[in-house]
């Protein structure tokens, strides 16, 4: 009995000994196939403070958050979200939990990331959602046509599924303006004010044969396909010389600003979206339906709105762009900022910031 002993001791450790091997290589081959970045994803907790996406999708548009990924101050407040709608998946980036609903969108050539200085500043009391339009940014899929109204239907869809189906208050910029009025005017229950920025609203008191002359670059980005045809491959050199040469107005107005406008750190994130085919596409698409954006409008004219309007306009222009959003919403106020050119988000977000939270108080 005793000599057998040490053989059964050694027997039942060798026995451990294995099935401990075999844990740790199951735990090994576990690991190794494993998505890339499940691993820390599970062991490192969710941080952010912002609401949780309504459910998870696989991002079709790679790089979406290289602007903010190494941001931290950013991902503790905000979220990259995706949800797809008719086909589309759009693209959108949520911060806060505050009652009231504030949406943001985006002009030409630009995304989500305009706005990305002043989010921040509008959490208090805010659930604040700032959209890369159908199409455009990191939001992709085949979008039948860039009439606004058709745009504003995807944003439409989006805020029913994220829950926002009334109040929302909408910021917009260039031709979100557009998309902004034609979601208001399809969409009234959904919309509740409207905070506009420096666009000229084609319609019922102003056509587009009136705008193209304004601005060299509303001739150019009707031309199909040349623009995308001399754009592309130079996209970074297009933008820059776009952001520092797109004053509308006479042969004076349209030289170049003072500085560049626009950041190189922004540039370089619209480089990236516009580089991508479709991206740049659509958005040359957003002029060459202008003129089906003026008959629309002109349609949905006839019903004026009711809800708050306010218009911020580049130093000199509410004379031309505040008429034509009066033409939609009658009650419509508007100021100018004293210096600013069309890139006002950027040159001057304090008071940007300032006429939100005048126009949209939380309290």
Not at 6 to 19: D, E, I, L, S, V
Not at 51 to 70: F, I, L, N, Q, W
Not at 141 to 150: A, E, I
Request: hydrophobic share 45%; charged share 15%; proline share 7%.
């Amino acid at each position: 009995m005793s000599a057998r002993q040490p053989a059964g001791g050694a027997r039942r450790r060798q026995r451990r000994h294995h099935r401990l091997s075999l844990v740790l290589l199951l735990l090994l081959v576990g690991v190794v196939a494993l998505p890339a970045g499940a691993l820390t994803a599970s062991a490192a907790p969710d941080a952010s403070t912002a609401p949780a996406c309504v459910r998870p999708e696989v991002p079709h548009s790679r790089g979406y958050d290289a602007a903010t990924k190494h941001d931290r101050a950013f991902n503790q407040r905000f979220r990259h979200c995706f949800l797809t709608v008719d086909g589309v998946q759009m693209h959108y980036v949520i911060g806060g939990t505050g009652p009231q609903t504030t949406v943001l969108l985006h002009g030409w050539p630009e995304s989500w990331y305009e706005f990305h200085g002043v989010l921040p500043e509008l959490l208090p009391g805010r659930t604040v959602i700032a959209i890369d339009l159908p199409g455009m940014g990191d939001s992709t899929g085949q979008v039948p046509s860039f009439t606004k109204t058709t745009l504003a239907r995807y944003v439409h869809g989006l805020l029913d599924q994220i829950g926002r189906q009334r109040d929302v208050r909408v910021v917009a910029h260039d031709f979100g303006v557009g998309v902004a009025y034609a979601l208001a005017a399809q969409y009234r229950e959904q919309v509740a004010g409207l905070f506009l920025m420096d666009f000229p609203l084609v319609g019922k008191a102003l056509s587009f044969a009136q705008v193209q002359p304004l601005s060299w670059h509303f001739s150019f980005n009707v031309q199909n396909p040349l623009a995308e045809d001399l754009v592309t491959g130079r996209e970074k050199t297009f933008l820059t010389y776009f952001f520092e040469h797109s004053q509308i107005g006479d042969a004076a107005a349209a030289t170049a600003t003072s500085a560049q406008p626009v950041p190189a750190s922004s540039i370089a994130e619209y480089t990236r979206v516009y580089s991508r085919p479709q991206v740049l596409h659509a958005g040359f698409e957003l002029y060459r339906t202008w003129a089906q954006d003026e008959a629309e409008n002109t349609r949905l004219q006839a019903a004026p709105l009711t809800i708050p309007v306010r218009l911020l306009t580049q130093d000199g222009f509410s004379g031309l762009m505040l008429p034509a959003v009066r033409a939609a919403a009658p009650l419509a106020t508007g100021a100018e900022v004293a210096g600013a050119s069309h890139w006002m988000v950027e040159e001057h977000p304090e008071r940007v910031i300032a006429e939100i939270n005048a126009f949209y108080p939380t309290r």
